[in-house]
């Protein structure tokens, strides 16, 4: 063979050994889309979610597992109030929150100029009239206390209950929207005292009386069967304050989140409600459109 014909051979043989070798480097070296795949889909998905201690977060806390198994991981972000879960999740350091009702919520984002909208209905916690200082409705003291939530939502919520109780009357037609100005009878002129919802348990020993909401109820150790007078759990109020998970607009379609709703419209969750909390909160599923 001509030695310009060896070294040309030479040369290619060479070539094609580095080839062969920068191929098997980039293979150990890389995964492949379909390993790149495989891993990520072994990656739990992360899903913040804000919401009551009492009830929502222990309910969310029975999905868990549910989630898990679906490759979801579930963290439960616990707020106090009823304005920083909102906050949160229109700042983008939640994925949903769960605490409200709807009516709660078209208040928020009207007066926040936010977008959020709800997925499903999970739960519905009837008002109750609970005894301070006095212990019947049978017979009201002149001039008795009683304390309501001084949100809008729900203080109109709590003077609808006393209105089905016989305590005072409103203006007709109802709304949802109902205050202290709509009284039009009072015939024991109580006073109606607007405190911050989560305090007025708090506050049973300085009032006759006080409506509370269900979760503050729980949380305080007071049981629906204590309550003078409650919000029937057939009533037009167990569907319009129904407790809704949250989400910014345009994420009701995740994966996670549809997730997150089938979960918590389980048979596993509609009998944790019932055993744990005994007619004080109540399963109200449905999905909500918008």
């Not at 679906?70 to 999740?89: S, T, W």
């Not at 020993?205 to 409506?211: H, I, M, T």
Request: glycine fraction near 4%; charged fraction near 20%.
């Amino acid at each position: 063979m001509p030695r310009t014909s060896i070294v040309r051979w030479a040369a290619a043989l060479l070539a094609s050994a580095a080839l062969v070798a920068g191929c098997g480097a980039s293979q150990q070296g890389t995964p492949s889309a379909a390993n790149e795949s495989t891993a990520a889909s072994t990656e739990p998905v992360v899903l913040k979610v804000g919401a009551s201690p009492v009830p929502h977060a222990e309910i969310l806390n029975a999905v868990k597992p549910i989630l898990a198994k679906e490759g979801i991981d579930l963290q439960v972000v616990e707020f106090q109030d009823y304005v920083q879960p909102n906050r949160a999740l229109a700042e983008g350091s939640l994925d949903a929150n769960f605490f409200q009702h709807v009516p709660y919520l078209n208040e928020y984002n009207q007066q926040n100029h936010t977008d959020l909208v709800p997925t499903v209905s999970v739960h519905f916690e009837p008002l109750g009239l609970y005894p301070g200082r006095s212990t019947s409705l049978s017979n009201i003291p002149d001039g008795a206390k009683i304390a309501v939530p001084n949100d809008t939502t729900n203080e109109a919520r709590a003077l609808l209950l006393l209105q089905s109780a016989g305590v005072i009357s409103l203006k007709q037609p109802l709304t949802i929207n109902e205050t202290k100005q709509d009284i039009t009878a009072n015939p024991h002129h109580v006073q109606i005292v607007e405190l911050d919802a989560a305090s007025i348990p708090r506050h049973l020993k300085d009032v006759d009386y006080a409506v509370i909401n269900g979760n503050y109820a729980v949380q305080a150790g007071l049981t629906i069967d204590k309550a003078l007078t409650k919000e029937s759990a057939d009533s037009l109020a167990a569907k319009t304050y129904a407790n809704v998970v949250v989400v910014r607009k345009g994420d009701e379609n995740k994966p996670a989140i549809q997730k997150l709703d089938e979960a918590l419209q389980s048979d596993t969750v509609r009998q944790f409600i019932e055993q744990h909390y005994h007619g004080s909160v109540v399963p109200v599923f449905d999905a909500l459109k918008h």
